[in-house]
C-alpha cells in the first residue's frame, strides 16, 4: 500500500505541476494533521488529519489537485511515522493503512456526491449560501461513508489483536462518532471561509474546536481516573485480609479481555471490568462479628456486593452483574437461563478459574480442566471456550497435543 501511495503521488504531482504551490502547501498541512490524534469518547483516538480531508476538496476547486494533496499528504505522514514514531512497524501499517482507506474513501465519495449535485468543483469567490450549503451536504454524506471505512477496515485489517473480535473492533470504530463529527465540522468551516479569509480561516476554525478538544480530552482523562478509583476501592477486601491479593484485578482484566475476545458491545465490555474489579466488595460485610455467626454463603457476598454498588447510580449495570455472578448458568430441565446476563456468566468462569490458579494452586490447563467438568449447570461452557483461547494468547498455557501428532507417532 504504501508502494501505491508513492507512485500515485509522484503522478497526481506531475500532472498538476501547474499548481504545485497549493499542492505542496496543501499536503504539508494535512501530513502535519495526519500526525496528531484527538481523544474519543470511546477511548480510541481519532486522527486530526479527517478535517484537513474535509477542508481540502471545498477549499481546492479543481478535483485533481485535491487528490494530488490527499495522495501526497499520506504518503508524508507515513513516512514521518516511520521516523519519528517508535512503535512495532506491523501495528503501524495496519493502523494507519485502516485511516487511508478511510480518508481516500472520503475524498472519492465527496467528489462523487458534488458530481451528483453538478458542482465537482465550488468557487466560493462570489459568495453564494447554496454553495456552502451542498458543501455541507457533501461533507456529512462522505463523512458517513468514512466513519463506516474506518470501522469496517479497522475489524478487518486486525488492528489491535488477533484475539480481538471483528464484532467488537467494528463496535469500537463506530463508539468514535462525536469526535468525528467534531472534526468534520471544524473541516467544513476552515473550506469554506477559505476563499474569503485565505489561511486565516485555519485558525478561525482553531478556536471554537479548541474548546471541543478540551472537553473531549478532559472526559477522557475523568474516564480514566473513575476506572482507576474503582480499581483501587476493589482491593478494599484484600487489604483487609478477606480476599487474596490481586484477585479483583486480575479478574477484572481477564473479564474485559474475555469480552472483547467474545464480541460485546464496548459499553458492556466497560460494565465487566468494572464488575470484575468489584465482585468481592461485599467481603468487606464479614468484619461484622454478627454476619460471622449467622452463617453466609457465596450468593449472600454477591447480594451485599450489588446493593453496595447499587448506591452509585452510573454502576447500575455493574450492580446488576455482580448479583447474579453465583447464579449457574443453567438449571436442570433448562437449556440455559436466560436471565443470567452474559457478563455474569463471564465473572463467574474468571472468579474460578483464578481462585483455582492461585488459590489453589492447580496449573492452567488443570483450572480450565476443572472449569469443563462444571460445565454441566455451573459454568457457561462458551464463555470457557472463551476463556481457553484468551489464555491461549497470552502464551499462559499451551493445548496439548494429540498422541497422533506427535513426531514418530504412526
Given at each position: 500500500?504504501?508502494?501505491?501511495?508513492?507512485?500515485?503521488?509522484?503522478?497526481?504531482?506531475?500532472?498538476?505541476?501547474?499548481?504545485?504551490?497549493?499542492?505542496?502547501?496543501?499536503?504539508?498541512?494535512?501530513?502535519?494533521?495526519?500526525?496528531?490524534?484527538?481523544?474519543?469518547?470511546?477511548?480510541n483516538r481519532v486522527y486530526l488529519g479527517i478535517?484537513?480531508?474535509?477542508?481540502?476538496?471545498?477549499?481546492?476547486?479543481?478535483?485533481?489537485?485535491?487528490?494530488?494533496?490527499?495522495?501526497?499528504?499520506?504518503?508524508?505522514?507515513?513516512?514521518?511515522?516511520?521516523?519519528?514514531?517508535?512503535?512495532?512497524?506491523?501495528?503501524?501499517?495496519?493502523?494507519?493503512?485502516?485511516?487511508?482507506?478511510?480518508?481516500?474513501?472520503?475524498?472519492?465519495?465527496?467528489?462523487?456526491?458534488?458530481?451528483?449535485?453538478?458542482?465537482?468543483?465550488?468557487?466560493?469567490?462570489?459568495?453564494?449560501?447554496?454553495?456552502?450549503?451542498?458543501?455541507?451536504?457533501?461533507?456529512?454524506?462522505?463523512?458517513?461513508?468514512?466513519?463506516?471505512?474506518?470501522?469496517?477496515?479497522?475489524?478487518?485489517?486486525?488492528?489491535?489483536?488477533?484475539?480481538?473480535?471483528?464484532?467488537?473492533?467494528?463496535?469500537?470504530?463506530?463508539?468514535?462518532?462525536?469526535?468525528?463529527?467534531?472534526?468534520?465540522?471544524?473541516?467544513?468551516?476552515v473550506g469554506v471561509a477559505y476563499s474569503i479569509?485565505?489561511?486565516?480561516?485555519?485558525?478561525?476554525?482553531?478556536?471554537?474546536?479548541?474548546?471541543?478538544?478540551?472537553?473531549?480530552?478532559r472526559y477522557d482523562g475523568t474516564k480514566r481516573?473513575?476506572?482507576?478509583?474503582?480499581?483501587?476501592?476493589?482491593?478494599?477486601?484484600?487489604?483487609?485480609?478477606?480476599?487474596?491479593?490481586?484477585?479483583?484485578?486480575?479478574?477484572?482484566?481477564?473479564?474485559?479481555?474475555?469480552?472483547?475476545?467474545?464480541?460485546?458491545?464496548?459499553?458492556?465490555?466497560?460494565?465487566?471490568?468494572?464488575?470484575?474489579?468489584?465482585?468481592?466488595?461485599?467481603?468487606?460485610?464479614?468484619?461484622?462479628?454478627?454476619?460471622?455467626?449467622?452463617?453466609?454463603?457465596?450468593?449472600?457476598?454477591?447480594?451485599?456486593?450489588?446493593?453496595?454498588?447499587?448506591?452509585?447510580?452510573?454502576?447500575?449495570?455493574?450492580?446488576?452483574?455482580?448479583?447474579?455472578?453465583?447464579?449457574?448458568?443453567?438449571?436442570?430441565?433448562?437449556?440455559?437461563?436466560?436471565?443470567?446476563?452474559?457478563?455474569?456468566?463471564?465473572?463467574?468462569?474468571?472468579?474460578?478459574?483464578?481462585?483455582?490458579?492461585?488459590?489453589?494452586?492447580?496449573?492452567?490447563?488443570?483450572?480450565?480442566?476443572?472449569?469443563?467438568?462444571?460445565?454441566?449447570?455451573?459454568?457457561?461452557?462458551?464463555?470457557?471456550?472463551?476463556?481457553?483461547?484468551?489464555?491461549?494468547?497470552?502464551?499462559?498455557?499451551?493445548?496439548?497435543?494429540?498422541?497422533?501428532?506427535?513426531?514418530?507417532?504412526?
Amino acid at each position: 500500500m504504501f508502494v501505491i501511495l508513492t507512485a500515485m503521488s509522484a503522478a497526481l504531482v506531475y500532472f498538476t505541476r501547474d499548481d504545485l504551490q497549493r499542492v505542496i502547501v496543501g499536503s504539508a498541512l494535512m501530513a502535519g494533521t495526519m500526525l496528531l490524534r484527538v481523544p474519543a469518547m470511546s477511548g480510541n483516538r481519532v486522527y486530526l488529519g479527517i478535517a484537513a480531508a474535509a477542508a481540502v476538496p471545498i477549499a481546492v476547486s479543481d478535483s485533481a489537485t485535491a487528490a494530488a494533496i490527499y495522495v501526497v499528504a499520506l504518503t508524508v505522514a507515513w513516512i514521518l511515522y516511520l521516523i519519528f514514531r517508535p512503535v512495532e512497524v506491523n501495528t503501524l501499517n495496519s493502523e494507519y493503512l485502516a485511516e487511508v482507506i478511510a480518508v481516500i474513501g472520503f475524498g472519492g465519495v465527496y467528489q462523487i456526491v458534488a458530481a451528483l449535485f453538478g458542482v465537482p468543483g465550488f468557487d466560493f469567490n462570489a459568495v453564494a449560501p447554496r454553495e456552502g450549503y451542498v458543501a455541507l451536504v457533501c461533507v456529512i454524506i462522505a463523512g458517513v461513508a468514512y466513519h463506516m471505512l474506518r470501522a469496517v477496515s479497522r475489524s478487518l485489517i486486525g488492528l489491535e489483536r488477533a484475539d480481538l473480535s471483528v464484532r467488537y473492533l467494528w463496535l469500537m470504530g463506530l463508539e468514535d462518532w462525536s469526535a468525528i463529527t467534531v472534526l468534520l465540522l471544524s473541516g467544513t468551516m476552515v473550506g469554506v471561509a477559505y476563499s474569503i479569509l485565505g489561511w486565516t480561516a485555519i485558525l478561525v476554525a482553531a478556536v471554537p474546536y479548541s474548546f471541543t478538544h478540551q472537553a473531549l480530552a478532559r472526559y477522557d482523562g475523568t474516564k480514566r481516573t473513575y476506572g482507576q478509583t474503582i480499581q483501587a476501592l476493589s482491593q478494599i477486601p484484600e487489604v483487609a485480609g478477606l480476599a487474596p491479593r490481586g484477585h479483583a484485578v486480575r479478574t477484572g482484566h481477564l473479564a474485559s479481555d474475555i469480552g472483547r475476545e467474545m464480541g460485546l458491545h464496548p459499553d458492556e465490555v466497560q460494565d465487566l471490568e468494572y464488575a470484575g474489579y468489584m465482585h468481592d466488595i461485599g467481603r468487606i460485610t464479614l468484619n461484622e462479628p454478627a454476619i460471622l455467626r449467622a452463617g453466609f454463603t457465596d450468593m449472600d457476598i454477591a447480594r451485599w456486593g450489588s446493593q453496595i454498588i447499587a448506591e452509585a447510580p452510573h454502576l447500575d449495570e455493574v450492580s446488576k452483574i455482580v448479583g447474579d455472578q453465583c447464579l449457574p448458568y443453567r438449571i436442570p430441565g433448562q437449556e440455559k437461563d436466560h436471565s443470567v446476563s452474559i457478563t455474569s456468566k463471564i465473572v463467574k468462569v474468571v472468579s474460578a478459574y483464578d481462585q483455582a490458579v492461585h488459590e489453589m494452586g492447580l496449573r492452567p490447563i488443570d483450572a480450565l480442566e476443572q472449569l469443563h467438568r462444571g460445565s454441566a449447570y455451573e459454568f457457561d461452557p462458551v464463555v470457557t471456550s472463551s476463556l481457553r483461547r484468551v489464555l491461549e494468547f497470552r502464551g499462559e498455557f499451551q493445548a496439548p497435543r494429540s498422541s497422533a501428532a506427535e513426531p514418530g507417532s504412526p
